[in-house]
């Protein structure tokens, strides 16, 4: 009986082990495919935004592949000539200088060091008709997302003598020591159907460290990306794929820039 018995629990076990192996291999299985719908989706999606680009550049004067160079630099000067017409500021981006300035008629208002950027994979790709279609005009911002206020206005009441006035400036004292430093992005939609975010940085150091903390933009993109990316596996549907700038400056920098630009405002840029 006894026995019995210990032959009875190790059957038992080893039928848990199986159990427990046939668990694990199913949830291995499960992500793996994810893991390929996703990839598969995900191509999908890029290839499609790539064919519309190249349809939006038919009909252009083909541009020799030895000549892109070149052809960057018309597109940029005529660009930038377009955006110097308007009596408005512009903002001009140049990747290839590191360099970001605000312009009025062809002016340097500000200029700015990038400190660093990243490009999606879809302008490295492009070829001479689809980078002009692109960038050989100025773009429109069409919509306009900050973390910190644009116009930060506040209406403040003259005191009535010069206690009032003393305890006024010593709140104010106190405030200003008390404020916590800011995460400083902003995001541009841009009427050829891509993003443009800029955030302030001190360092490239400090990104990465609000980034591991779960600060900062790029993280707050990332995790938005992967939840909406998550959502279209569910449903068997493409992800959507909006193809993205990231330029990093110094947060000062930034917070002038984005309180000097107009929301409609044209915007340069050379890859």
């Known amino acids: 009986m006894k026995e019995n018995s210990v032959e ?21 299985l499960s992500v793996l495919a994810l893991t390929s719908v996703y990839t598969y989706l995900s191509v999908s999606s890029v290839r499609d935004r790539m064919k519309v680009a190249q ?23 005529e660009s ?5 017409a308007g009596d408005s500021i512009g903002l001009s981006i140049d990747l290839e200088q590191r360099r970001i300035q605000l312009e009025l008629k062809g ?21 001479g008709n689809v980078y002009f279609t692109m960038f050989g005009t100025p773009l429109t911002i069409q919509q306009f997302k900050s973390s910190i206020a644009k116009n930060p206005f506040k209406v403040v ?4 003598d010069t206690i009032a006035a003393q305890a ?12 916590k430093n800011e995460n ?13 975010n800029i955030q302030g940085i001190d360092s490239v150091a400090e990104a ?11 993280f707050e993109r990332n995790l938005k990306n992967i939840a909406n990316s998550f959502q279209h596996i569910l449903r068997f549907t493409k992800p959507s794929y909006t193809p993205e700038i990231l330029i990093s400056i110094p947060e000062n920098e930034a917070k002038a820039i984005l309180r000097a630009l107009p929301r409609n405002a044209l915007v340069t840029i050379r890859i």
């Open 8 to 28: 009875d629990f190790d059957s038992l076990f080893v039928e848990k082990r199986k159990s427990v192996k046939f668990i694990v291999l199913i949830i291995v």
């Open 80 to 84: 930038r000539l377009k955006m110097a």
């Open 157 to 160: 009441q003259a005191p009535k």
């Open 107 to 127: 002016v340097v208002v500000m200029s700015s060091k990038i400190r660093d950027c990243s490009i999606s994979g879809l302008f490295r790709k492009m070829d």
């Open 184 to 196: 400083v992005f902003w995001t541009m939609k841009l009427d050829r159907n891509f993003d443009l």
């Open 55 to 77: 349809d939006q550049a038919q009909g252009s004067p083909q541009i020799n592949s030895s000549l892109l160079t070149q052809m960057k630099e018309k597109a940029w000067l």
């Open 168 to 179: 006024a400036a010593d709140a104010a004292a106190a405030k200003k020591d008390s404020v």
């Open 208 to 218: 990465q460290k609000k980034y591991k903390f779960g600060k900062g933009f790029e």
